[in-house]
């Protein structure tokens, strides 16, 4: 019988779940470009531990030097380098959201009603609303063609929408940006 209480065991186990998300973050920092790898904060060591993986090949050898670079993240704190991720992938996350926007708006366009329009001219002021309705009502009959004929699968029109939405989407962000950029200088 072990003289080891139920906390020692929770704390073995609590470490060693450390040391597996320290290596775990040690392998994503192996996916890192060179120019992302030179924004984290680490260390000269880790950092030539981790541009050395690249001329491995070994699967073997690789495991090891993944252990290695693990043992490395052990002396590092990873507060900064989870904050560096999260600005790495933020934009990438942020465009594959209003990229996924636009497409179901764009489906709604195309199988809605003239609410939908009015919600995208809401959500998009400076939308032309002529050339807008012309496209959505384009790509109806497009669809309906699609739908008569089943060889023809042609979706010109619906990509003429979604290219107008994205426009519309980009000129709102900059604005965005801009007033943004222009409320933080004021308050310096």
């Given at each position: 019988?072990?003289?080891?209480?139920p906390?020692d065991?929770?704390?073995?186990?609590?470490?060693?779940?450390?040391m597996?998300?320290?290596?775990?973050?040690?392998?994503?920092l192996?996916?890192?470009?060179?120019?992302?790898?030179?924004?984290?904060p680490?260390?000269?060591v880790?950092?030539?531990?981790?541009?050395?993986t690249g001329?491995?090949?070994?699967?073997?050898?690789?495991?090891?030097?993944?252990?290695?670079?693990?043992?490395?993240?052990?002396?590092?704190?990873p507060?900064?380098?989870?904050?560096?991720?999260?600005?790495?992938?933020?934009?990438?996350?942020?465009?594959?959201?209003t990229?996924?926007?636009?497409?179901?708006?764009?489906?709604?366009?195309?199988?809605?009603?003239?609410?939908?329009?009015?919600?995208?001219i809401?959500?998009?002021p400076?939308?032309d609303?002529?050339k807008?309705?012309?496209?959505?009502?384009?790509?109806?009959?497009?669809?309906?063609?699609?739908?008569?004929?089943?060889?023809?699968?042609?979706?010109?029109?619906?990509?003429?929408?979604?290219?107008?939405?994205r426009?519309?989407?980009?000129?709102?962000?900059?604005?965005?940006?801009k007033?943004?950029?222009s409320?933080?200088?004021?308050?310096?």
């Open positions: 019988m072990s003289n080891d209480t906390s065991e929770w704390s073995k186990t609590s470490q060693k779940q450390v597996h998300d320290l290596q775990d973050l040690g392998v994503k192996l996916g890192l470009n060179t120019k992302q790898l030179a924004q984290m680490i260390d000269d880790l950092r030539n531990a981790i541009q050395e001329r491995i090949k070994s699967r073997n050898a690789l495991k090891r030097h993944k252990q290695f670079i693990g043992k490395l993240m052990r002396d590092v704190d507060a900064p380098i989870i904050e560096q991720f999260e600005i790495i992938e933020s934009p990438h996350q942020m465009l594959n959201k990229f996924h926007h636009l497409e179901v708006l764009r489906d709604e366009l195309i199988s809605g009603g003239k609410d939908v329009i009015g919600n995208v809401s959500e998009y400076d939308i609303k002529q807008l309705r012309q496209l959505v009502k384009n790509a109806k009959k497009e669809k309906e063609h699609n739908l008569t004929h089943e060889t023809d699968t042609s979706n010109k029109q619906g990509r003429a929408l979604f290219r107008t939405l426009e519309q989407a980009l000129e709102k962000a900059e604005m965005n940006k007033l943004n950029d409320e933080s200088k004021s308050q310096d």
